[in-house]
């Protein structure tokens, strides 16, 4: 990834645009309409005359087009950052910018300094924008992979561990339909998953269960247990893999997806970046790699099928009992 000095001066104005623009609802606004700057100020209770740099500001990023002082959505927009929309990035967005002050902490956090609390009530993210974060990312290309790259012909039972919004168990039970799915998640997260696979034509094959996977079962004689982005830490994988061995039938799969930095620690982008935020949520975890993982999983007993890139941003791993 060559550093482009352009984007790197521009990038805190560019994200700073473009989050106040979703926080105003404009793209949501201006789908399938051109509006002047007045009209869309009156739909995000927004005082024209400033709301309108912030316009000219999306046009310059190609977030906006003009006609005869009209404004609309981009492409890009129309695509990507209409709330209601399977491809909508706009609550990632809104994550980042809900953690943007703790990345201050940073240097002193490196130093050996304790990490201190911030928080601000009115900026802070809810369960269902982080779920929501979560999921916009797995409709970028993960699930679909996922589902491509794992072969579970003949396999009726599964449970996701930590599963969030169903995205990855509703890919794998559209693939395969013989499969059933238990979302093992705790309540609070269970209740915006409900929502989420509300109007999917296989939910009938996903059961949501309450608890918590590091300690509570994850079932009994399970053909497969899937850890998607949920096992980073060294500790904490010890103990879910353990649970997830002891979960399994003989024979059983495990199959672990993350985003996870490549074996010499310099990749992919993705990865790497989130192994820093890892770092920032809690400096005294030791956070593993992709070849950390691996050995956990190992030495758990598993046998390593295969550990693969499965997108420009994550890993797979598919172990067997």
């Not at 509006?35 to 310059?60: F, G, M, Q, W």
Request: a negative charge.
């Amino acid at each position: 990834m060559n550093p482009n000095i352009s984007n790197i001066l521009l990038a805190p104005w560019t994200n700073g645009v473009l989050i106040t623009a979703i926080r105003l609802n404009v793209f949501t606004v201006l789908e399938n309409q051109e509006l002047t700057a007045n009209e869309i100020a009156s739909e995000c209770r927004s005082v024209p005359e400033r709301l309108k740099p912030l316009l000219d500001a999306c046009i310059s990023l190609g977030f906006l087009e003009i006609n005869i002082k009209k404004y609309k959505n981009s492409h890009f927009s129309s695509v990507y950052l209409v709330e209601g929309k399977q491809l909508y990035i706009g609550n990632f967005l809104k994550l980042l910018n809900f953690e943007s002050l703790q990345w201050f902490q940073l240097p002193d956090i490196i130093r050996g300094e304790e990490k201190k609390s911030i928080e601000l009530p009115t900026l802070k993210a809810d369960r269902k924008t982080f779920i929501s974060a979560m999921n916009c990312i797995g409709h970028l290309g993960e699930a679909n992979a996922l589902k491509e790259h794992v072969d579970l012909s003949g396999f009726r039972k599964m449970t996701d561990a930590g599963g969030g919004s169903g995205l990855y168990s509703l890919a794998l039970c559209q693939k395969y339909p013989e499969l059933h799915s238990t979302i093992l998640d705790v309540k609070e997260t269970l209740a915006v998953t409900k929502e989420f696979i509300a109007y999917s034509p296989d939910r009938d094959r996903i059961l949501l269960k309450e608890g918590n996977f590091f300690n509570d079962p994850l079932g009994s004689n399970l053909d497969v247990v899937l850890l998607s982005d949920v096992i980073y830490g060294d500790s904490e994988a010890k103990a879910i893999l353990r649970n997830a061995w002891n979960s399994l039938s003989d024979n059983g799969v495990l199959i672990v997806r993350g985003y996870y930095s490549a074996p010499n620690q310099s990749g992919p982008p993705f990865g790497a970046l989130f192994a820093v935020k890892l770092l920032l949520d809690d400096p005294q975890r030791k956070n593993m790699s992709i070849s950390d993982l691996e050995k956990n999983v190992m030495e758990a007993g598993f046998d390593i099928d295969k550990i693969d890139p499965l997108t420009e941003h994550s890993y797979v791993l598919i172990g067997q009992k």
